[in-house]
């Protein structure tokens, strides 16, 4: 199940993305990035192993402060 990860901060890049998770059952971290500058655009998506641990990760990660923001964390909308 994918995790949307909205307001990071423009330093956060996928291996400070995969620290925030580290204590879950968390893979495939990617903060989405600016085709033409390479800069991040502020968010990302993390896939949880179950939707249990992902509804976990989103009351507890959700409003928490990270580098002076507040994460958006919610299930993402996946087209399958």
């Keep these: 199940m994918k995790l949307y990860v909205g307001n990071l901060s423009w330093g ?30 502020g968010f990302g998506f993390v896939t949880m ?3 249990e641990e992902a ?7 959700n409003g928490q402060d990270v580098d002076g923001r507040v994460l958006r964390v919610n299930i993402a909308n996946v087209d399958k």
Excluded: C, H, K, P
Aim: net charge negative.
């Design 12 to 41: 956060i890049d996928d291996a400070a993305l995969g620290d925030i998770f580290a204590e879950y059952d968390a893979s495939d971290m990617a903060v989405v990035s600016d085709m033409n500058t390479g800069r991040s655009r």
């Design 49 to 51: 192993s179950s939707a």
């Design 55 to 61: 509804e976990m990760v989103v009351s507890q990660l």
